[in-house]
Nanobody, 121 residues
């Protein structure tokens, strides 16, 4: 069984920073795997914000490039998302995701419970 436990969300003013963390346990982590962060705002589709593949390559959603940084701790299955210069439009529920293999796929991802990020103006 795969478990993803998130932490680090909260309320912050625009321009501020937050750091999300996701600790993963379970069978997929004994092989190659990908991890990432999705977000979903009320009334909107869930979107992939940032991801890292087994080879260390990263992906970022265009609006967060230069502001967010995804990283994985060496020797563990913990994923971080450093979010700087937060904007009101970043307000959403953020979900950690993981999958076996080299690419995240919403249909086969494992999901965390979500952590709320709220940015006030």
């Amino acid at each position: 069984q795969v478990q993803l436990v998130e932490s680090g969300g909260g309320l912050v003013q625009a321009g501020g920073s937050l750091r999300l963390s996701c600790a993963g346990t379970g069978s997929i982590f004994s092989r190659i795997y990908s991890m990432g962060w999705y977000r979903q705002a009320p009334g909107k589709e869930r979107e992939l914000v940032a991801a890292i593949n087994p080879f260390g390559a990263t992906y970022y959603l265009e609006p967060v490039k230069g502001r967010f940084a995804v990283s994985k701790e060496e020797g563990s299955h913990t994923l971080h998302l450093q979010m700087n210069n937060l904007k009101v439009d970043d307000t959403a529920m953020y979900y950690c995701a993981a999958t076996a293999g080299a690419r995240l796929k919403p249909s086969s991802n494992y999901w965390g419970q979500g952590t709320q990020v709220t940015v006030s103006s």
